[in-house]
């Protein structure tokens, strides 16, 4: 008797010992595991710049916004400006258009003052006829 229960707690021994049995499913299983650990830590700084990425998207966004809320006041500004630079354009050239006015008219004024002391001049000249005319 004694011999037979040796016998059976050696083998419960031996079976005790014995890495358990995997099972295919279970084998796959535990590649699938690695696969996916390999695959994020591959993705890791894909995943990392992704976010860097968003943040600057992000950024970008806040600041068309920000200009998108400025709009009205930005094209006051601007309208204002080409009002003004207009403005200062069209006093310019009336100023100049009004000095080469005076300096045109000047010289008219001067140009008919010669032609009046010419005609003038020429009247105070005697012809021949009006000498004729005095003799007489």
Known sequence: HELENRA????FRAVEQRE???????????????EI????????PRKSEALKRES????FIDTIKQFAGRV????QRVTRKLKQTKEKI???FERRFSKDMKNYEQEQQKSLEKQANRDVQSEKKPTKDHDRGMSL
């Open 72 to 75: 009205p006041e930005l094209t």
């Open 8 to 11: 059976r707690q050696n083998e």
């Open 90 to 92: 069209l006093d310019d």
């Open 56 to 59: 600057k998207i992000n950024q």
């Open 20 to 34: 358990p049995a995997i099972t295919p499913l279970e084998r796959d299983t535990q590649q699938r595991e690695s």
């Open 37 to 44: 650990v390999s695959l994020e830590q591959a993705i890791e």
